[in-house]
């Protein structure tokens, strides 16, 4: 997520001060110490990102400069998509990956179909069942995926 090897060098010396600082309120109750430890480092990566938001100017800005003439500045901002949004949509494809092995393979495989977009009677054809049998396996596979969602909540 940091593409820069010495800010990334930053932020993880700062994660163990903070694991360190923050020691006495781990409660293995709650969770593995990895997973802890995970969302330090997750949380001060997304400070750092919303902290070096950088501020642009619109391509046909007209600055005055020191003698009193315009100068038109253009901006050239990356394009490429927020790191954030890139890292939640990533936590939520592994979620949610982790999610579909938990099912019964035919499960994982009518809900995958569905999700690509095939409908009943085309998943009933290319799994040569009766539409009836995907039907109630899609039942299944959804009551299972709230189960599991309810237990590990996956970040929007």
């Given at each position: 997520m940091i593409h820069d090897p010495l800010v990334a060098e930053e932020l993880v010396d700062d994660v163990f001060i903070n694991v360190y600082k923050a020691m006495s309120t781990?409660?293995?109750?709650k969770s593995q110490f990895k997973t802890w430890v995970y969302n330090i480092a997750k949380n001060a990566t997304i400070d750092?990102?919303?902290k070096k938001k950088l501020e642009t100017r619109s391509m046909y800005d007209v600055?005055?400069?020191n003698d009193g003439?315009?100068?038109?500045e253009m901006d050239f901002t990356s394009s490429d998509?927020?790191?954030?949004?890139l890292m939640i949509n990533s936590e939520v494809k592994v979620s949610i990956t982790e999610a579909l092995h938990e099912l019964k393979p035919l499960q994982a495989e009518i809900l995958t179909q569905y999700a690509y977009g095939y409908t009943y009677d085309e998943i009933a054809a290319d799994l040569n069942m009766p539409i009836g049998t995907v039907k109630a396996t899609m039942h299944s596979a959804r009551k299972r995926m709230q189960q599991i969602f309810k237990k590990t909540p996956v970040a929007a």
């Open positions: 781990f409660d293995e109750s750092y990102l919303r600055l005055i400069d003439e315009s100068v038109e998509k927020d790191p954030l949004d």
